[in-house]
């Protein structure tokens, strides 16, 4: 595991409970090129395995 304070699991999402900011990608280094991209931080990624984005990258907002 990474010591980079990012939650990561697999399994399957529900895109309809979460209510955080999310994006599909392919590998978790597009998630964090997308977290830099959209000025916030990632603080979980989930594996759900599933082709052909089979990341899921959670983002917040940065504390004030």
């Given at each position: 595991m990474k010591d980079d304070d990012i939650?990561?699991?697999?399994?399957?999402?529900?895109?309809?409970k979460e209510t955080r900011d999310w994006s599909s990608a392919a590998t978790?280094?597009?998630?964090?090129?997308?977290?830099?991209?959209k000025g916030k931080r990632l603080v979980e990624i989930i594996d759900t395995e599933d082709e052909p984005l089979p990341i899921i990258c959670i983002f917040e907002d940065y504390p004030e």
């Open positions: 939650k990561r699991s697999q399994g399957k999402f529900d895109y309809f978790e280094e597009r998630c964090q090129k997308l977290a830099r991209s």
